[in-house]
T-cell receptor
Framework: DQQVKQNSPSLSVQEGRISILNCDYTNSMFDYFLWYKKYPAEGPTFLISISSIKDKNEDGRFTVFLNKSAKHLSLHIVPSQPGDSAVYFCALGTASKLTFGTGTRLQVTL | NAGVTQTPKFRVLKTGQSMTLLCAQDMNHEYMYWYRQDPGMGLRLIHYSVGEGTTAKGEVPDGYNVSRLKKQNFLLGLESAAPSQTSVYFC????????????FGPGTRLTVT
């Protein structure tokens, strides 16, 4: 039973446009919500997070939105750059543990 | 600072063999984790530790054991490897209360034939 789902395995976006990555979850127990980025042959790296009491958090080109009633998390990247091409995982946390989504491979084309 | 390091980077085992994966961190983090990543499955937590001498089971602990004898090291053992344990293994560490921000190692690719 997958508690955290990223329904789009892949996404292709033109450079300069907005990339929107989505994540849905089923359990209301999570306290904090994160996005990680992963390049091939490397470990995931933390990108941005949001606590359960907020609905938006921005860091430069990256914005995370949380809709708790819909149990939906999204990551907006604008403008998208070729270096953003990677696999993005949402991760939901409670009690010092994270539950990861299945990942979305983002390709930013020229 | 090396961050989180994992040894080895690659390994091929025969079914029934045993091995130990080593994770080391130099950031003085209290918490350490072992995950496995399989295609289409994301990262799944195997075992974790909230301090030296403590360990706990994660989502997929069967077939694995762990030890945290020193704060900076977290060992993952496979006593009798099975083909289902073919995966990429990631170690991570974090401070308590940092709300999920974990630092990951580069991964170990394990193949069991």
């Amino acid at each position: 039973d997958q508690q955290v789902k990223q329904n789009s395995p892949s996404l292709s976006v033109q450079e300069g446009r907005i990339s929107i990555l989505n994540c849905d979850y089923t359990n209301s127990m999570f306290d904090y919500f994160l996005w990680y980025k992963k390049y091939p042959a490397e470990g995931p790296t933390f990108l941005i997070s949001i606590s359960s009491i907020k609905d938006k958090n921005e860091d430069g080109r990256f914005t995370v939105f949380l809709n708790k009633s819909a149990k939906h998390l999204s990551l907006h990247i604008v403008p998208s750059q070729p270096g953003d091409s990677a696999v993005y995982f949402c991760a939901l946390g409670t009690a010092s543990k994270l539950t990861f989504g299945t990942g979305t491979r983002l390709q930013v084309t020229l | 600072n090396a961050g989180v390091t994992q040894t080895p980077k690659f390994r091929v085992l025969k079914t029934g063999q045993s091995m130990t994966l080593l994770c080391a961190q130099d950031m003085n983090h209290e918490y350490m984790y072992w995950y496995r990543q399989d295609p289409g499955m994301g990262l799944r937590l195997i075992h974790y530790s909230v301090g030296e001498g403590t360990t706990a089971k994660g989502e997929v602990p069967d077939g694995y054991n762990v030890s945290r004898l020193k704060k900076q090291n977290f060992l993952l053992g496979l006593e009798s490897a099975a083909p289902s344990q073919t995966s990429v293994y990631f170690c991570a560490s974090s401070y308590p209360g940092q709300e999920g921000e974990q630092y990951f190692g580069p991964g170990t690719r394990l193949t069991v034939t």
